[in-house]
């Protein structure tokens, strides 16, 4: 399969003050800082990591929703950044994006059928009854009834409300759809429901996904492939077993092991490693290395030399100076120890 | 005898489209330094309950209908009002998931960890702020004696966190009631927090009832669960109990719907079909039965009661631990299996 996406040297930063003068002078947020990826036609990337990491920024710029600061963004061939007017619109076509809040997301005043739809009309495509027949097929698809048609966005509960989503990215039958986050605010018996469904259209429609979720274990069962990200850089990428089985980066180390796992057996005998303090302002990342202030191994190096992905085995890239396969003993070694014998 | 005793707990709210049974007959013990998480989806009821024991309900529109919460034998639902206040907070106390919108904006950190100090324990102005300052660096807040003057803005969401416990605990209560105490936060700050809420537990002794639907979170934490589902107890036992032999339907249903990355292969997700019940229109019968894959004529015409099915683990099921009922196969009407 080919590349259907291809990043490379993203970056987003924001100002931090709008005023007229303040433009040069006033500090800007790195919320994405130079990362590169691709995703192939037909598998999904998931891209995880905990508040500010950029994710969603990163979602949001690969549909310009947000103009990027820098880098290239290659849709199929095409320069993504470079598009205007009508040839975006056409782009617009084939990427569609899933939201986070099924409240906020939907219209309270079109009804579903509308919503739906609503991609054709700004399209221009078919006439009002074609439109109709669709707006059923698509209700169908994501399993709702399709003689709800005409009901309104508060008639339904979380879980439907994010299908009546997922059906409107569908209308137009795209290749990407830009996941930012789509079941978090479910419960998880519908949680469940909302994922297996994203699993089938995929499958039905030769779909194309960018996950973005902080959930580690909703990733690991929905991608092919994942980034971690941590303070607008990726720290880790690769395949979703080696990823998970094993993490080469301690920022993902210390991820996988923070989340507690139902099974109070494993709980009480499982090995994790706190991570101390918060995670820096992306305003005034840290030099070197970004995770190097709350990484239980970090040396002098990681202080002043920002470490590239580097592959550490096939189809896997890390970050990180001292990257090597999980166990790292970090609970032995204290911060500027012997963790050069680790190497 | 526990140190809390829930028994038959049922509050309801008059609301214009009829009675909401939020809490429709719960029960529990908890034991001295032990911890109790209850589990449920939205709307089960489990904050409600929380907020019931502290007699926190609002009146009107709501109101505890029935039911008895006795604290050290003491019964809570009849203390008088002036009793009340003085065990919340010092007691009782709660820390709640969001803690900026629980953290009073125009005071200092302190002054707000020392407020119940100054009331319940009648400490000076000087005597709670330094006792203030202890509790924040307790609680693992870096340079306290600086910290406690700031405003919380000035906090980061997991310090803000780490001062509502440092506020909840001055006073050493018995118990500590945390609703979804870590649902805001990144997992690694959760960590951070439920490591502290554990050894702060070991050094002082403190009961938690611990609210939350994260099922890792109870795994981590409880000694005892409990499930709820539309206002109901489900299920209650020990968490080993309740996670490797659950025993109803729909605790099975949130276990397998939960995927996990600690299992080699990506499993497939078998979610619970359907929605949730609303609570003014709840089902007749047991009020899982329209999602439950098991049920029988008798689910949709009789509510389950609690039972004992072994030793000190409970459920609500008409055929839990019978042989009709056996996890992941459905015998349908027609002895077919699914």
Known sequence: MGDLLRVEGLVKYFSTDQGLIASRLSKKVHAVDGISFTVRSGETLGLVGESGCGKSTTGRCLIRLLEPTAGTIDFDGIDVRALKGRALQEFRRDVQFIFQDPYASLN???TIGEIVTEPLAVHRLGTPQERRARAKELLDVVGLNPEHINRYPHEFSGGQRQRIGIARSLALKPRLVICDEPVSALDVSIQAQVINLLDDLQDQFGLTYVFIAHDLSVVRHISDRVAVMYLGKIVEVGGWQ???????HPYTQSLLSAVPVPDPAKQRTRERIILQGDVPSPIDPPNGCRFHTRCPIAQDICHHQEPELRQVAPDHEAACHFAKPFPIEL????????AADAV | MALLEVSDLKTQFTTRDGVVRAVDGVSFALEEGHTLAIVGESGSGKSVTALSIMRLIPDPPGKIAAGKVVLRGESVLDMSDADVRAMRGDRIAMIFQDPMTSLNPVFRV??????????HKGMSRKEADARAVEMLDLVGIPNAPHRAKDYPHQFSGGMRQRAMIAMALACDPDILIADEPTTALDVTIQAQILELMIELQQRKGTAIIMITHDLGVVADMADDVMVMYAGKQVEYGSADAVFYSPQHPYTWGLLDSLPRHDIDEKGTLLPIEGQPPSLIDVPPGCAFHPRCPYAQAVCRETCPELREIEPGHMAACHFAGTDSLVRGRVATAE????
């Open chain 1, 242 to 248: 080696g990823l998970y089985d094993e993490p080469h």
């Open chain 2, 335 to 338: 002895g077919e299996v699914r």
């Open chain 1, 108 to 110: 309270p005043r079109m």
């Open chain 1, 331 to 338: 609970a032995a070694v204290a911060p500027g120890t012997e």
């Open chain 2, 110 to 119: 302190g002054f707000q960890i020392g407020e119940a100090l100054r009331i």
